[in-house]
């Protein structure tokens, strides 16, 4: 990558973050409406903070189809606002009990843990509202196909199901399968599901979306095998939640199945493989390689 296309993409990176920024902001309740704890919480948990990668990914699968920026708009705070979601309800000390995430403390910590479940459904809610919502009625079996892949990739077969195996799995080691496995659902599910619905926000399907596919799974598992390695590597400051929680919690993952120096190797594979299958996309997938490039040599 040189430097100016590397610039060129920081640019369009930071353009995305704000874009989704201003969308979440005008979407979610403001506390001056009841019940304004609920409502200002929600707000803590959504805004200001995070990498934005599942809009990010949205955003660049909706400019290779040319889709309606209107309703990538949409369709980039559905996927963080399941995101966001699940950060708070995976912090609370019924599951992985942590006081920091995104250098700020937890939602359950900042309030109390019935406004953080609270806040948790609400988010969850307010996602499958922005999809039923005009703004995508113009297609209306486009967007029943928007609400049912959604809903499978935060349901009891994705992420909620992901999340299911990783609270059993304590304390035992996985297979590299049983991992991968887990993480395909837990972490790969919403990422998977933000590039088709990005890619959904045209009228007609112009690409090949089973690449666009292959380079979404591919891409999900990788960033849930660098997430391993920055937990185990990095500091709680840069990543702004706990650091080496997966070791002191007695967690499965590619750092404890594999060791450091076999990890980064899957991943370095793993971002070949995401590269490989956007060859066969129209400008070689345009942003989801600098993304893929994020996703894998990030720092936090
Ligand atoms: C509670 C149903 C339910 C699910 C929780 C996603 C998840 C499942 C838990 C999050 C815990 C975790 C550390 C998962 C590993 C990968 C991951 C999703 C990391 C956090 O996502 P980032 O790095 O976070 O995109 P930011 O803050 O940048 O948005």
């Not at 409406?33 to 409502?39: C, K, N, S, Y």
Request: glycine share 8%; hydrophobic share 45%.
């Amino acid at each position: 990558m040189t430097v100016s296309t590397s610039n060129h993409f920081q640019h369009w990176m930071l353009e995305q973050q704000s874009r989704v920024e201003a969308a979440l902001d005008s979407m979610l309740p403001t506390a001056d409406h009841a019940p304004a704890g609920l409502h200002s919480a929600m707000r803590y948990a959504a805004l200001g903070g995070g990498k934005r990668v599942r809009p990010l990914l949205a955003y660049a699968a909706g400019e290779l189809v040319s889709g309606d920026l209107k309703q990538v708009d949409v369709v980039a705070c559905a996927v963080e606002l399941i995101h966001a979601y699940s950060l708070v309800h995976d912090d609370m000390p019924c599951m992985d009990d942590d006081r920091l995430r995104r250098g700020r403390p937890t939602v359950h910590v900042e309030f109390d843990e019935a406004t953080a479940l609270l806040v948790g459904d609400a988010l969850q809610s307010l996602a499958f509202q922005a999809l039923s919502g005009r703004e995508l009625a113009d297609d209306p079996g486009r967007q029943l196909q928007m609400v049912e892949i959604l809903a499978c990739a935060a349901g009891s077969r994705g992420m909620a199901g992901g999340q299911a195996i990783d609270l059993e799995s304590v304390g035992r080691q996985l297979s590299e399968p049983e991992l991968e496995f887990m993480h395909v659902r837990k972490t790969g599910a919403l990422i998977r599901a933000s590039v088709q619905l990005g890619a959904l926000s045209a009228q007609t399907g112009s690409i090949d979306m089973d690449a666009l596919d292959r380079f979404a799974k591919v891409a999900g598992l990788g960033f849930q095998v660098v997430d391993d390695l920055l937990d185990a590597e990095s500091s709680t400051a840069t990543l702004g939640k706990t650091a080496g929680k997966d070791a002191s919690d007695n967690k499965p993952t590619y750092v404890s199945l594999l060791g450091v120096a076999r990890a980064r190797d899957l991943a370095a594979e793993l971002h070949q493989e995401a590269l490989r299958s956007l060859e066969q996309l129209p400008h070689g997938g345009a942003r989801l390689g600098d993304i893929a490039g994020f996703i894998f040599h990030r720092d936090f």
